[in-house]
């Protein structure tokens, strides 16, 4: 079965600087695919950016890019210029491929935002 | 669209009470999931269907947990008879043939 760490429960950064949170997975699959979830105090979980296994290319979505190291089984979260609305909890996230596959999540990382 | 509505927000029983939690997942949607968040477990999959079909319940923690989906745009998940150690926040979430998932604002449930 997959497994997906984040070993770090809490971060914190400054405003305006860069952060990185740390997700490692185990599988024995070759494709699959990787997501970052972020769940601010409202519950509601967003998805924050997703990258595809067979890609090499590091995906990014505005302030947001992941390190994808797949020999490593790593795939970090980068947040460049935070700001005060960064501040949630940050959940990596494994998938299969298949229509009967499932989101198996790590246990999450609450990140705080100081001004 | 509205996206998908769970029903209650919060909810608080007393143990030993039926609990029943309603999820509409977004229309044209054909797979759903149950998730369960605790401090303590994160979120785990209890089940999830294909087609109103259910594919995997083995995260149902024991046989006093229920799930049902009579129809593409509705489910339940029960809990009868309820425990304290049932109190968590349970989310209901939805794929579509894209691999988009979209998730409810779950259902806070205490039991006391």
């Known amino acids: 079965a997959q497994t997906v760490t984040q070993s770090q429960p809490e971060m914190s950064v400054q405003e305006a600087e860069t952060v990185t949170l740390s997700c490692t997975y185990d599988?024995?699959?070759?494709?699959?695919?990787l997501f970052w979830y972020k769940q601010p105090p409202s519950r509601q979980m967003i998805l924050v950016i997703r990258?595809?296994?067979?890609?090499?290319q590091n995906a990014t979505e505005n302030r947001f890019s992941v390190n994808f190291q797949k020999a490593a089984k790593s795939f970090s979260l980068k947040i460049s210029d935070s700001q005060l609305g960064d501040a949630a909890m940050y959940f990596c996230a494994y998938r299969s491929l298949g229509a009967n596959s499932k989101l198996t999540f790590g246990k999450g990382i609450t990140l705080s935002v100081r001004p | 669209d509205a996206g998908v509505i769970q029903s209650p927000r919060h909810e608080v029983t007393e143990m030993g009470q039926e609990v029943t939690l309603r999820c509409k997942p977004i229309s044209g949607h054909n797979s759903l999931f149950w998730y369960r968040q605790t401090m303590m477990r994160g979120l785990e999959l209890l089940i999830y269907f294909n087609n109103n079909v259910p594919i995997d319940d083995s995260g149902m923690p024991e046989d006093r947990f229920s799930a049902k989906m009579p129809n593409a745009s509705f489910s339940t998940l029960k809990i009868q008879p309820s425990e304290p150690r049932d109190s968590a926040v349970y989310f209901c979430a939805s794929r579509d043939r894209a691999d988009g998932y979209t998730f409810g604002s779950g259902t806070r449930l205490t039991v006391v």
């Open positions: 599988t024995s699959e070759s494709d699959y695919y």
């Open positions: 990258q595809e296994a067979y890609k090499q």
